[in-house]
């Protein structure tokens, strides 16, 4: 199976990426409130609950120290993202109930 490394490169690779597809999103909800509050919290804090399941399993399963850090990748990724979301609709609702 002399394809294993470069598909392991590849997994790498296409880890590393699909983390920094995140960074667009985070941009957008953190700088505009009405996009976050679009979002929904619960798909964003179902993924980061997933990924940190994904990453123990890694971790302590697998022991394979890519897809550890990829999957503590997107849990970093989709945790932000909650946490945007989250903050955004509690200064939202902040700023309803103060009319």
Excluded: E
């Amino acid at each position: 199976m002399t394809f294993l490394p470069a598909l392991k490169s590849l997994y790498a690779m296409n880890g590393f990426v699909a983390v920094l597809l995140y960074l667009p999103q985070i941009t957008r909800a953190w700088s505009d409130r009405n996009h976050a509050l679009s979002l929904s919290p619960i798909t964003f804090g179902g993924w980061c609950v997933g990924s940190v399941i994904t990453a123990l399993y890694a971790c302590l399963l697998v022991h394979d120290h890519i897809f550890t850090a990829v999957s503590l990748g997107n849990t970093l990724g989709s945790g932000a993202l909650f946490l945007i979301i989250l903050a955004s609709r509690f200064a939202s609702r902040r700023d309803s109930s103060a009319c």
